[in-house]
Every structure is written in C-alpha cells, then in structure tokens.
C-alpha cells in the first residue's frame, strides 16, 4: 500500500472533529442466524481490508497535510470486539449499546474503525441471532461509497479474483447496481451523480455562485428550540420499526411526490408531534436540516472518500396537517433541486479542508447556526443479502453532527423495507426514541391519509 494524501473533502471532515461531536458514522447491522467471531474475522481478513483505508493509519491528524499511510502495527484485535446485551437482549437493549458505543470517539492510532459483534439479539419476533455494531469515521467515506463497500463484501457479489487497487475496486457490474439501487429506492440524486458537471453549470447559472453565497450568508438563524444550546459528549440513538417501501413510494405518487420527499415530510411531522407532546411550540417554527446530495458520478461509486454537498431545508413543522406538510415539503425540495446552494456549499466543503482552522470554525459555526440537524438517505439493495452465510435482516445507521448540531436523521432502505435512525445530544434530547416513534405515527398517518397499507412483506 502506497501512501497518499487526505484529499481536502476528507480533511475537512477531519477536522470537524470535536470532543462533544466526534465524526463517526455508527450502523448496525442485523442477522437471522449466528455470527461466529471467526466468520467475522475471516470476513474483514478476505473482504473488508481489500479497501486499503481499513489497513491504513492517518498520519498528521491536526496538521495541514495528513496522509492515510500503511499501518505497520494492523491487528485485527484493535478493530474487532464482541458485547453481550443484558436480558431480553432486544431492540431496547441493542438501542442502548448503539448509544453507548456512539458517545466514545475513535482512536487515530490505527484506522479509524471498529466492529463489535453482539450475540443472542432478539429480533421482536421470537428469532435469536446475531448484530454487528460498525463505526467508521467519515474520513474513510460517505454513504455512497460505504454502500459501496457493502455491496463488494456480500456472498452475493463478493468476487475474491476481484483486483482492488488503491481507493478502488473494481467498476463494472457493481457501479451498474449502484445506479440501479438509487433508481429502485427512490433515490433523488441522479441527475448530479450521472452529471457532475451540472454542479459547474448550476454555478454558472447563478453568477458564479454569487447570489447563492449571498443567499446563504443571509439565511436567518432557525428558531432557538430544544435543539439549540451546546453539545455534550453523550449521544443517544433509536430507529424506527420498519415502513413498506411500496408505501413510501404510493403515497408519493398521489401527489407526484419522490420517496424523499416523502420521508422528510414525515420528519417535519415528527418533530412536531414530538414538540407537541412536550409542551413545545410549532406556529412560526422554523427547523432546518442539512441534507446531503451526492455529487460523485456513477462511473466512481467504487472510490472511498466522501463527495457530496449539502443543501439547508426548511422542515414543515408549523403546518398543521399530513397532507399540508407533504405539499409543503415537495415545493421545498422542487426548489432546492434547481438551487445552486448545493454546488456552493460543496465548494465551501472542498476549500475548508485546506483553509486555516479560524475559517474552519467559522464556517461550521454558520452551519450550526442555520440547521438544527443533519438528515441523510441511502438507498440500499431491494433484494435479501447474506454475509458469511447470514441473512442480513437489519441494516441501520446514524449520522454524526458538525459543531453543536444535535439532531441526526438518517434513512436507509433494504429488501423493500425502509427504517430511520434518530441520533441525539443527551444534552438537547434524552430519549430519541420519542421521536423514532413520532416518525412512526406521522407515516401512519400519511399512509392513512392517501389510503395506503403500510405493512412490510
């Protein structure tokens, strides 16, 4: 392995890093049988370490030239852990493990990773198998390219003859399933992953970038609620049961909606029943988050690093009903789609991996200013995969938070079920499971809305 330099996208999420934020990216993984800790050690040994960045180390950490290079000190024993959960060992348990692990940073002595096999998970239905807790610092990458990762390392496309190279594996076949995974789960970022370029002409579009900037400079602060204040080191997380993804996508379709539109409507919906129910204003409220838009081109699905912008979006918490919010919430996302914010703000993501740390902080504290959270979908495979043998019946995961952002909403969808992470500051919110199940109540309430069923097959 050669060494190489941290490209300024990943710098600067390094350097987001914070003692009350750290920015690891926390995913579970469920399975209908039992994981062995030799399954799990063969399976990085032969399909995990074939992306260089899970044997290399960062060198530099706090300078301004970091380099990702060998580590010649590479043990499995410094990634891989097994847990028990106390009895019953279900979906409360698991949740509570998950917290524990996402409140303690990742140490830069190694890769930055770690995995933790948990045994005997109850799956709700009377199943015992096993779980797997992963944590990546976003340096490694973002959604696009972990989905990527996972897609590689399935007994489904796992190909061992397969060359890998340096930041890649192999195109092909695989970079086709991406495209065809987006496309099936409703994903909304197609026209900048297969064009690029359209970043450029949005720009160009917009003088440059100008008034966008200056649209962004002028964005008023959103409203001083219970999201507001200053981080803690302890993190909490929930998720939600899982939705049919054929009625995220039916109930878009009676009003020419997308699944994401969809599913951030219900996330509006959400926190408004979650203020409601804690005696929290919702009239005049504004709640902003800051959603990711993947810019890396299909042709590059297979590179690890993180290549995507952001846009800030008005959630619809003070309208009053389902469909008002639905409504709402596509004529948001119809304009952001042709706004030139996205190409600006990953133009600011691109400079503030090589900016001085004073312009670094400056800028995550506008962003702080203008979100309360980060929301996230990543569309995964709609069929059943298996590693080592295992069916993999969950996967979740959970966004880190910039600054003294405290609110992470995260989707992913798999084999036609879609589920959503909630992460929080203790500090802000203690119990985020009352909002996984405010995001349950309010999809219901949708579904019921547009006479959809909402059952998962």
């Known amino acids: 392995m050669t060494p190489f330099a941290v490209s300024s996208p990943d710098a600067a999420w390094l350097r987001m890093e914070s003692p009350t934020n750290p920015m690891t990216i926390t995913g579970i993984m469920g399975f209908g049988s039992r994981l062995e800790m030799a399954d799990l050690r063969r399976f990085v040994d032969e399909r995990l370490v074939r992306f260089d960045r899970f044997a290399m180390r ?82 490694i990458g973002d ?5 990527h990762v996972l897609i590689n390392a399935v007994d489904e496309y796992f190909d061992a003859d397969a060359p890998a190279g340096r930041r890649r594996q192999p195109k092909g076949k695989l970079s086709k399933r991406i495209g065809k995974t987006l496309k099936n789960a409703g994903g909304e970022t197609a026209d900048l992953l ?26 008023r602060p959103d409203s001083d609620t219970v999201f507001k ?43 408004r029943r979650y203020f409601q129910q804690t005696g929290q204003p919702t009239d005049a409220v504004t709640i902003r988050v800051a959603a990711p838009f993947n810019v890396r081109p299909l042709d590059r699905a297979h590179e690890l690093g993180n290549s995507f912008a952001l846009v800030f979006v008005e959630l619809p918490v003070g309208e009053p009903t389902a469909r008002g919010r639905l409504h709402a ?14 190409a600006v703000v990953f133009a600011i993501l691109q400079a503030i991996g090589k900016a001085p740390a004073w312009a670094h902080r400056m800028v995550v504290k506008m962003f702080s200013e203008k ?60 119990d985020p499971g009352a909002i996984a199940r405010a995001f349950e109540t309010e999809f219901a309430a949708l579904a019921a809305e547009f006479g959809v069923t909402t059952e998962t097959t």
Request: aromatic share 4%; proline share 6%.
């Open 229 to 271: 204040g200053s981080t803690s080191p302890v993190k909490r997380a929930a998720w939600t049961e899982p939705f049919a993804l054929d009625a995220v996508k039916a109930i878009g379709d009676a009003l020419d909606a997308k699944v994401n539109d969809v599913l951030m409507s219900a996330a509006g919906g959400a926190i």
């Open 194 to 219: 297969t064009k690029p370029a359209h970043l450029g002409g949005r720009l160009k579009a917009a003088g440059s970038g100008t008034a966008a900037l200056a649209g962004l400079l002028a964005m």
């Open 143 to 147: 959604g696009l390219a972990l989905m």
């Open 58 to 139: 960062i060198d530099g950490v706090g300078t301004a030239r970091p380099q990702w290079v060998p580590d010649e000190r590479f043990d499995l024993n410094h990634h891989l852990f097994e847990a028990e959960l106390p009895a019953p060992g279900g979906k409360a348990e698991l949740e509570e493990l998950v917290s524990e692990l996402m409140s303690r940073p990742l140490s830069f002595a190694h890769s930055p990773w770690t995995i933790h096999l948990v045994h005997d998970v109850d799956d709700g239905h009377g199943v015992m198998g096993s779980a797997l807790v992963v944590r990546l610092h976003h340096v």
């Open 329 to 342: 919430m596509k004529a948001t996302m119809d304009a952001a789609k042709g706004s030139a914010e996205p």
């Open 371 to 430: 979100a309360s959270g980060v929301m996230t979908n990543v569309p995964g495979p709609q069929e059943t995969l298996h590693l080592m043998g295992a069916p993999i019946t969950t996967l979740m995961f959970w966004v880190p938070q910039a600054g003294d952002i405290g609110l992470g909403l995260s989707i992913l969808s798999l084999d036609g079920a879609v589920r959503v992470g909630v992460a929080t500051d203790a500090a802000y919110v203690g």
